[in-house]
T-cell receptor
Framework: SQTIHQWPATLVQPVGSPLSLECTVE??????LYWYRQAAGRGLQLLFY??????ISSEVPQNLSASRPQDRQFILSSKKLLLSDSGFYLC???????????FGDGTRLSIL | SQQGEEDPQALSIQEGENATMNCSYK?????LQWYRQNSGRGLVHLIL?????REKHSGRLRVTLDTSKKSSSLLITASRAADTASYFC???????????FGQGTRLTINP
């Protein structure tokens, strides 16, 4: 069966520090991969999605970047975190267009 | 905005009652999906209904889709305390490779 792993579960970082969040999927090949951010009590904002290795689509201009170095690995990065980067970050995968998405357990990021 | 919008934003009912949540959207879709999120966790997929379908069932869940009104509803029958969660609709727009999520309905089931 397919599984998705996202880590760390929580992270506290100072303003101006770098960030790297990792997401890996097992049990499937060539998944679509997604990074979302969720503000407290709100819906999901799509940040990046990828339909293949090295293919990244950015949804909103921001302080973040994403990379897909391997088929089932999706990384969210920042060179310098801002206070506004705080939030709940969720990774998801799907089997393709018109398919359900399957989410990791999320990373709670707090910027001090 | 192409975003789906849920209504109500919050709903509190007694255990055993039925809960109905609604979702509206603005442009043509391939499908509409409903997700559930327990506090502090990731989202869990509940049901996917395609644009050519009008109703779908899964256990105590019933989803309807009215493409002429660009709206969908999620009905949870015989609610349980464990159904307490936030529920989101997400639309898969034609020509897109992504979902657009609404702001969610926060459902509380009182024992």
């Amino acid at each position: 069966s397919q599984t998705i792993h996202q880590w760390p579960a929580t992270l506290v970082q100072p303003v101006g520090s770098p960030l790297s969040l990792e997401c890996t999927v097992e049990g499937t090949s060539n998944p679509n991969l997604y990074w979302y951010r969720q503000a407290a009590g709100r819906g999901l904002q799509l940040l990046f999605y990828s339909v293949g290795i090295g293919q990244i689509s950015s949804e909103v201009p921001q302080n973040l970047s994403a990379s897909r170095p391997q088929d089932r690995q999706f990384i969210l990065s920042s060179k310098k975190l801002l206070l506004s980067d705080s939030g709940f970050y969720l990774c998801a995968w799907s089997g393709g267009n018109n398919q359900p998405q399957h989410f990791g357990d999320g990373t709670r990021l707090s910027i001090l | 905005s192409q975003q789906g919008e849920e209504d109500p934003q919050a709903l509190s009912i007694q255990e055993g009652e039925n809960a109905t949540m609604n979702c509206s959207y603005k442009t043509s879709i391939n499908n509409l999906q409903w997700y559930r999120q327990n506090s502090g966790r990731g989202l869990v997929h509940l049901i996917l209904i395609r644009s050519n379908e009008r109703e779908k069932h899964s256990g105590r869940l019933r989803v309807t889709l009215d493409t002429s009104k660009k709206s969908s509803s999620l009905l949870i029958t015989a609610s349980r305390a464990a159904d307490t969660a936030s529920y989101f609709c997400a639309t898969d727009f034609q020509g897109a490779q992504k979902l657009v999520f609404g702001q969610g309905t926060r459902l509380t089931i009182n024992p």
